[in-house]
């Protein structure tokens, strides 16, 4: 009941924030949204067909539309009720309409996808950059904490992480060792 009257107070006034979200998190929610809209509009006129095409045909009712057009296309090809057959047995003509529409299809389809794996590069790219970011910030913090431990005289433990996490994590480092690793579990197998 309640969280239907919350629902009835966003729609009624969708800009006011939402008291149960930081605002913080509504900002990053409102900006999330802008930039997927602002994707949506920069988009051309041909990767808009190609999604338009690409959706339609990933849906039932495209299965539903193909069973039905085979089913009458091979109807009006027996020969029932005199009519004409048009393409006969082996049914040439809807056997190359059909490799026109597969050719076209799976030609739509990879337009969507390389638009979407651009989308998703550059949305890794944006987490990679915020998590070296967090993870620089982090360092930094440490190393701050570890000043006022100092300052204040208290004794780190001798079995402590701390040395090896206030070091500065670089990604060439990492990927590196990622791949140091790979290859000596690759020639064990």
Not at 17 to 41: F, G, Q, W
Not at 52 to 68: C, K
Not at 143 to 150: I, N
């Amino acid at each position: 009941m309640q969280k239907d009257q919350l629902n009835q107070k966003e729609k009624e006034d969708p800009g006011k924030d939402n008291p149960a979200l930081s605002k913080v998190i509504e900002r990053n929610i409102r900006t999330i949204i802008h930039l997927r809209t602002k994707a949506e509009h920069e988009r051309g006129l041909q990767d808009r067909i190609a999604d338009v095409i690409t959706s339609f045909s990933g849906r039932m009712i495209f299965a539903y539309v193909h069973i039905v057009w085979f089913g009458v296309w091979i109807f009006l090809n027996t020969g029932w009720f005199g009519l004409k057959a048009f393409d006969p047995f082996p049914y040439g003509l809807l056997t190359m309409i059909v490799s026109l529409e597969a050719i076209f299809l799976s030609t739509f389809v990879l337009i969507s996808q390389n638009r979407l794996s651009e989308e998703t590069e550059r949305r890794a790219d944006l987490d990679l950059h915020i998590g070296l970011l967090t993870e620089h910030e982090l360092t930094r913090v440490l190393q701050m904490l570890d000043a006022v431990q100092d300052k204040l005289g208290i004794v780190d433990h001798a079995n402590s992480d701390l040395a090896d996490l206030e070091m500065e994590t670089r990604p060439e480092d990492v990927l590196a060792e990622i791949h140091r690793l790979q290859a000596i579990e690759i020639s064990r197998a």
